[in-house]
């Protein structure tokens, strides 16, 4: 059962515009959130997290927003730029499971040049 | 400060041998989580470990196992080896367990089975 699902399997965008990229979840239990970015034959790298007290937070380019009455979740990258083609994972946690997060299958932005 | 390291990289087994696979996660970080990668299934959770205690367990088989040293340094065994079991091993460190701490990557082992 897929607890966390990223609709999307790609995404293409120009550079310089907005990206944006969702995420949903079905538990009500998840209270943390998690994305992250992964290149070819690297780990994931994170970018940026929100908890459920909060419906937005700010990083840079990077922001997340969080609606819980929808359980979505969306990550905005402003403005694209050709190195952030990449692999995107959104990941949620939350109950008394520790550090057992629930990932998505992955966007794949292409930022075209 | 130094990331998460895993070693090996990459690992080429053959059905029915064990492998096992190292972590060691940043300093002063003191869970240790891992998680199995493959094309069809994403990124699924294995097990934690926090302060050398297995904190939580996924829906994986007994052949599954690990343990955490005094360190904080991981190792993960797989025993009696399947084809399925080929995929990308990820380790990954955090601050605290229990949420509200992200999870740091290392560059993960790639198990092959043949």
């Known amino acids: 059962d897929q607890q966390v699902k990223q609709n999307s399997p790609s995404l293409s965008v120009q550079e310089g515009r907005i990206s944006i990229l969702n995420c949903d979840y079905t538990?009500?239990?998840?209270?943390?959130f998690l994305w992250y970015k992964k290149y070819p034959a690297e780990g994931p790298t994170f970018l940026i997290s929100?908890?459920?007290?909060?419906d937005k937070n700010e990083d840079g380019r990077f922001t997340v927003f969080l609606n819980k009455s929808a359980k979505h979740l969306s990550l905005h990258i402003v403005p694209s730029q050709p190195g952030d083609s990449a692999v995107y994972f959104c990941?949620?946690?939350?109950?008394?499971?520790?550090?057992?997060?629930?990932f998505g299958t992955g966007t794949s932005l292409t930022v075209i040049p | 400060k130094a990331g998460v390291t895993q070693t090996p990289r990459y690992l080429i087994k053959t059905r029915g041998q064990q492998v096992t696979l190292s972590c060691s996660p940043i300093?002063?970080?003191?869970?240790v989580s891992w998680y199995q990668q493959t094309p069809g299934q994403g990124l699924q959770f294995l097990f934690e470990?926090?302060?050398?205690?297995?904190?939580n367990k996924g829906n994986f088989p007994g052949r599954f196992s690990g343990r955490q040293f005094s360190n904080s340094r991981s190792e993960m065994n797989v025993s009696t080896l399947e084809l399925g079991d080929s995929a990308l091993y990820l380790c990954?460190?955090?601050?605290?367990?229990?949420?509200?701490?992200?999870?740091?990557f290392g560059n993960g082992t790639r198990l092959t089975v043949t």
């Open positions: 470990y926090f302060s050398e205690t297995q904190r």
């Open positions: 538990n009500s239990m998840f209270d943390y």
């Open positions: 990954a460190s955090s601050q605290r367990t229990g949420g509200g701490s992200p999870l740091h």
């Open positions: 300093s002063g970080h003191r869970s």
């Open positions: 929100i908890s459920s007290i909060k």
């Open positions: 990941a949620a946690s939350g109950g008394d499971t520790g550090n057992q997060f629930y």
